[in-house]
């Protein structure tokens, strides 16, 4: 039975008193419940504010992105050692937005997603097409390629921790969402793919999260599929009252 994740990714929003406060009323509201996984992934800056606030609950840190060495010459730049120093249990890796204005490949994806296992932290990896790819349907094959390059190398135990996110760039913050049977319809095959590379057995415990405009009136709906083990919410993340019900979908 894989146990269900509810990410919050809050990109490029929150100065520290207002993080704060939502961690504090998401703590407060939701940091007892065991039968899924909450993640908040603030913006580097309050990631430690963060974790002092959900200190004690059942909720769990995530960053939004790092780098792919441990130390370096990369001004700027975030390690994966840093964010572990922090506290951080998961961290998104190869989202739309990293790879279309700061020029992300699913070869950066690949060594990124290798070191963050070497250290202990657990990748999301996201993938998605456009709406150019998806209309020409071309949108099982792009997902394919960024699954394979994204993917490759990685160990069957590795891949037993691994959690996917399917996020069509077309549906990321546009109010547009994939159908349930859209979504369904990708991650199964993911799945499959994940089964060819790793093994049918290591493919049925990696959990694969829908993204793409999740808000409160979708997520039941997108929740019963077979293939979807959770969401990656952007805008609803930002205020408690809408990520709560999320949550509870």
């Known amino acids: 039975m894989r146990k269900p994740i509810i990410a919050g990714n809050w990109k490029m929003n929150k100065l520290s008193p207002e993080a704060v406060e939502l961690a504090g009323e998401l703590k407060n509201k939701a940091g007892g419940i065991a039968d899924r996984e909450i993640v908040l992934c603030p ?35 975030v390690s994966p050692t840093m964010l572990k120093d922090i506290g951080c249990d998961y ?15 699913d070869e950066m994806v690949n060594k990124k997603t290798k070191i963050a296992f070497s250290i202990g932290l657990i990748p999301i ?11 020409t349907g071309e949108t099982l094959a792009v997902i394919e390629e960024q699954i394979k390059a994204g993917l490759s190398g990685l160990t069957e135990e590795e891949s037993k921790g691994l959690v996917v996110a399917y996020e069509p760039v077309w549906a990321i913050g546009t109010g ?7 979504a369904e319809e ?20 990696i959990r694969i999260l829908y993204g793409g405009s999740i808000n409160p009136d979708n997520i039941s709906a997108l929740m019963s599929c077979e293939n979807v083990d959770g ?13 709560l019900k999320v949550i509870g979908y």
């Not at 590379?197 to 415990?205: D, I, L, R, S, V």
């Not at 969401?231 to 990520?243: N, P, Q, R, W, Y």
Request: glycine share 12%.
């Open 43 to 77: 913006p580097f800056t309050v990631l430690s504010s963060v974790k002092e606030v959900i200190a004690g609950s059942s909720i769990r840190l995530g960053a939004q992105n790092m780098h792919w060495e441990i130390s370096g010459a990369y001004t700027g730049e």
């Open 91 to 105: 961290v998104i890796l190869g989202h739309s937005e990293r790879r279309q204005y700061f020029g992300e490949t």
């Open 125 to 135: 990896v996201c993938v998605g097409e456009t709406l150019p790819q998806r209309e």
């Open 176 to 182: 547009k969402t994939a159908t349930p049977d859209q």
């Open 186 to 205: 990708v991650q199964r095959f993911i799945r499959k793919l994940l089964g060819q590379m790793f093994g049918k057995e290591n493919a049925q415990a």
């Open 231 to 243: 969401g990656l919410v952007g805008g609803a993340s930002l205020k408690a009252e809408s990520f």
